[in-house]
């Protein structure tokens, strides 16, 4: 599906097709060209009107790619992800949004689930003053909305490391193994998304580029100071994590030396007491205590506990148990 906005004398209208002059250089018009799941018309649409390059078209069309900035003669490319909220069930997951940013038009490639994208679309049907400022504006806002989907996200994995923490401390789960390395699976798809795009936007801020102005450059040093943040959390998420595991496997050694101990004490302890009913089980005369026949095994049967809290008086003065 395509949707095209071009702002023009004071107003923003929804359009069904482009007109080949508001590519012109000589132009005053503002447009944004929205590609929600493109398919190959839709897709000749970047080739055949705009003449954009055929890697970056390649690039747009494709499966998801890492994070990041080309600039090409006449706009810029940039690719940015975006918060997968259906996927999150599942883990940890993102959408990449492609970017075509020249001097008058904005393009935005992606796969028509991105929440940003929906939001200014609605904006620019109510509003005309969002492409008014012209497209690297446009570009800043849906970068900026992208950054507070991942704040929600973020805070739901802390939780998540927060109950972990307590969980291995008071030892309520045994196995939380599976558990752990699924969070550290999420973080490490968290960090390898937000560091490429910390750089990509920092590039923004620093106005590397023709298309971005200084006071658009000020506004995207604000989002560059979100992905820092969000890069901090998630190289300390995943100390955290790994404190977890450490500690989950020492607290579980540490349980498996106690059971150790307490079948090893159990064996020491039967092992005299089975010598000793062997002996009076065989089948030779042996040595009677007093009291006849019927006194024998409450005689073998004491010997027996004397042994055993013997040895454990023995053990406990040891410190052994």
Request: aromatic share 10%; net charge negative; glycine share 6%.
């Amino acid at each position: 599906m395509i949707s095209i906005y071009v702002h023009r004398n004071g107003e923003t209208t929804s359009v069904p097709h482009i007109d080949p002059a508001w590519l012109e250089p000589s132009t005053d018009v503002t447009l944004w060209v929205d590609l929600a799941a493109p398919g190959p018309n839709e897709g000749r649409l970047l080739s055949d009107v705009f003449r954009f390059h055929p890697l970056s078209v390649e690039d747009a069309l494709s499966a998801i790619h890492h994070p990041k900035i080309e600039p090409y003669p006449g706009y810029l490319y940039v690719i940015l992800h975006g918060i997968d909220f259906e996927g999150r069930r599942k883990g940890f997951a993102t959408r990449d949004i492609d970017f075509f940013l020249g001097r008058n038009y904005l393009v935005t490639v992606h796969d028509g689930r991105s929440r940003s994208i929906a939001r200014w679309r609605e904006v620019c049907d109510r509003h005309e003053h969002v492409l008014a400022e012209g497209p690297a504006a446009l570009l800043h806002r849906i970068v900026d909305t992208m950054v507070e989907n991942y704040r929600p996200e973020v805070d739901a994995l802390e939780d998540q490391i927060d109950e972990l923490e307590e969980t291995a401390i008071l030892g309520r789960r045994p196995n939380l193994i599976r558990q752990i390395l699924v969070l550290k699976r999420d973080l490490a798809s968290l960090r390898r998304v937000v560091l490429p795009q910390r750089d990509a936007v920092g590039r923004l801020a620093r106005r590397e580029f023709p298309q971005i102005n200084d006071e658009i450059a000020y506004r995207f040093r604000d989002v560059y100071d979100h992905f820092v943040r969000l890069s901090d959390e998630a190289i300390l998420f995943q100390d955290r994590v790994t404190s977890i595991l450490e500690a989950h496997l020492s607290a579980v050694s540490n349980r498996l030396n106690v059971i150790v101990k307490v079948l090893t004490v159990i064996s020491t302890i039967f092992l005299p007491l089975t010598v000793l009913t062997g002996m009076w089980g065989m089948n030779i005369p042996l040595p009677t205590f007093p009291g006849g026949e019927g006194a024998q095994f409450w005689w073998v049967a004491a010997v027996m506990a004397a042994i055993a809290v013997g040895m454990l008086a023995v053990f406990r003065w040891n410190r052994w148990i």
